[in-house]
């Protein structure tokens, strides 16, 4: 069984589209800002990934994730041809909901009531959306989302689901970061051996999801299979073994082998034990399956965009398979010794028939999801 994604819609810190996201990855520029959300005074990291709508002049808004989500559904839903959401299912992934909102109403005074924090109220008065649910699942927010989506419609809940994610900046995530990474990173750097930890991103993505052969508008890519796990193996530390199942039962839920990936969107994160692990298991996996598959990672543009990084990964994978080209990995000059063999694109854009891609997307606590989707020709 295949899923057809027929809108498509995403912003990030280098794009307000896909397309202008896609099209600055492959530019390849480096992207990474002095911190402006908070004073960079009280922390050893001095920079981030944010989008840039903050009034001039300093300081902070509250509710930036939830305009960003409302932007993105409607988009979506606009590029699949739709109009009324008020009997369509959406699901939203995020790690931070709107954390930072609470934090400027704490310590600034912002004005924020208790509804504005649960994007289901922007989603009610913005489109009359009536069935809404938020999944908090760390890093694998919506790839969790969107496997959820494929049964609610495999199960005969719904014909059409709009999957999105989003996050912005919080000052309690950053300080945390700060403090526990042992090197500080000066820039997001996925398996080059100079890598040093995370550094946040913002933005927000979204998806719609319908059941094959109901479009009205055109099918952008077709999901084949979303695998999701909870190892609970350690609080950050990734289980190899974790992981391994969690692409292997993407596989079997796909119906396709390890040689039929042509492209794999790594989760990326930048920090160590991450990257070696992801390595790693990748190249168990791909050994013996021929030349193996193009590899990118986009967090060394967008920064880690935490709840939404999933989605906005296979945002990416999509118009990649549909332009046949890979964005280079930024940054990526030395690859580290458990990355040797892979199919790391470095330096510039890598151009080829891509047909079907993995996207990763790896948690902490050990919460896993894999989804493979197909080219629509």
Same mark, same amino acid.
């Given at each position: 069984?295949?899923?057809?994604?027929?809108?498509?819609? @995403?912003?990030?810190?280098?794009?307000?589209? %896909?397309?202008?996201?896609?099209?600055?990855?492959?530019?390849?520029?480096?992207?990474?800002? %002095?911190?402006?959300?908070?004073?960079?005074?009280?922390?050893?990291? &001095?920079?981030?990934?944010?989008?840039?709508? *903050?009034?001039?002049?300093?300081?902070?808004?509250?509710?930036? &994730?939830?305009?960003?989500?409302?932007?993105?559904?409607?988009?979506?839903?606009? $590029?699949?041809?739709?109009?009324?959401?008020?009997?369509?299912?959406?699901?939203?992934?995020?790690?931070?909901?709107?954390?930072?909102?609470? !934090?400027?109403?704490?310590?600034?005074?912002?004005?924020?009531?208790?509804?504005?924090?649960?994007?289901?109220?922007?989603?009610?008065?913005?489109?009359?959306?009536?069935?809404?649910?938020?999944?908090?699942?760390?890093?694998?927010?919506?790839?969790?989302?969107?496997?959820?989506?494929?049964?609610?419609?495999?199960?005969?809940?719904?014909?059409?689901?709009?999957?999105?994610?989003?996050?912005?900046?919080?000052?309690?995530?950053?300080?945390?970061?700060?403090?526990?990474?042992?090197?500080?990173? $000066?820039?997001?750097?996925?398996?080059?051996?100079?890598?040093?930890?995370?550094?946040?991103?913002?933005? &927000?993505?979204?998806?719609?999801?319908?059941?094959?052969?109901?479009?009205?508008?055109? /099918?952008?890519?077709?999901?084949?299979? /979303?695998?999701?796990?909870?190892?609970?193996?350690?609080?950050?530390?990734?289980?190899?073994?974790?992981?391994? *199942?969690?692409?292997?039962?993407?596989?079997?839920?796909?119906?396709?082998?390890?040689?039929?990936?042509?492209?794999?969107?790594?989760?990326?994160?930048?920090?160590?034990?991450?990257?070696?692990? !992801?390595?790693?298991?990748?190249?168990?996996?791909?050994?013996? @399956?021929?030349?193996?598959?193009?590899?990118?990672?986009?967090?060394?543009?967008?920064?880690?965009?935490?709840?939404?990084?999933?989605?906005?990964?296979?945002?990416?994978?999509?118009?990649?398979?549909?332009?046949?080209?890979?964005?280079?990995?930024?940054?990526?000059?030395?690859?580290?010794?458990?990355?040797?063999?892979?199919?790391?694109?470095?330096? &510039?854009?890598?151009?080829?028939?891509?047909?079907?891609?993995?996207?990763?997307?790896?948690?902490?606590?050990?919460?896993?999801?894999?989804?493979?989707? !197909?080219?629509?020709?």
């Amino acid at each position: 069984m295949t899923w057809d994604l027929t809108g498509m819609a @995403a912003v990030a810190n280098i794009g307000a589209s %896909p397309r202008e996201i896609f099209a600055a990855l492959c530019a390849g520029q480096e992207s990474r800002k %002095p911190l402006k959300a908070f004073d960079p005074a009280k922390y050893r990291a &001095a920079y981030a990934y944010e989008i840039d709508d *903050r009034p001039e002049g300093g300081g902070d808004i509250p509710r930036r &994730a939830t305009r960003w989500l409302t932007t993105v559904v409607r988009q979506a839903v606009a $590029d699949a041809g739709l109009e009324d959401l008020s009997q369509v299912p959406v699901l939203v992934g995020t790690t931070m909901r709107e954390q930072r909102s609470l !934090e400027l109403w704490w310590r600034d005074h912002a004005d924020v009531a208790l509804e504005d924090l649960h994007f289901g109220t922007a989603l009610k008065e913005t489109f009359d959306a009536s069935t809404t649910y938020t999944f908090a699942n760390a890093c694998s927010a919506t790839l969790y989302a969107l496997a959820m989506a494929t049964d609610m419609i495999e199960l005969g809940m719904a014909d059409t689901v709009v999957v999105a994610g989003t996050d912005a900046a919080t000052e309690s995530g950053f300080g945390t970061l700060d403090r526990v990474q042992n090197d500080i990173p $000066d820039a997001l750097r996925p398996f080059d051996t100079t890598h040093k930890g995370m550094l946040m991103g913002e933005g &927000a993505a979204a998806v719609v999801v319908q059941r094959a052969g109901t479009a009205i508008g055109p /099918v952008h890519a077709r999901v084949r299979g /979303v695998s999701m796990n909870c190892d609970a193996h350690h609080a950050t530390a990734p289980d190899p073994d974790g992981i391994t *199942r969690a692409v292997q039962d993407a596989y079997s839920r796909a119906g396709v082998r390890a040689e039929d990936i042509d492209l794999v969107m790594l989760h990326g994160s930048g920090t160590p034990r991450n990257d070696a692990t !992801e390595s790693s298991v990748l190249r168990r996996i791909f050994h013996g @399956a021929g030349t193996g598959p193009r590899m990118t990672a986009i967090k060394a543009m967008t920064g880690h965009t935490l709840g939404g990084s999933g989605l906005l990964s296979l945002l990416m994978a999509v118009l990649a398979m549909k332009e046949g080209t890979v964005p280079p990995v930024v940054g990526l000059t030395d690859p580290i010794p458990e990355a040797a063999g892979l199919g790391l694109v470095q330096g &510039a854009p890598a151009v080829g028939d891509l047909n079907i891609a993995q996207i990763d997307a790896f948690g902490f606590g050990g919460i896993s999801a894999v989804a493979i989707v !197909e080219a629509a020709r």
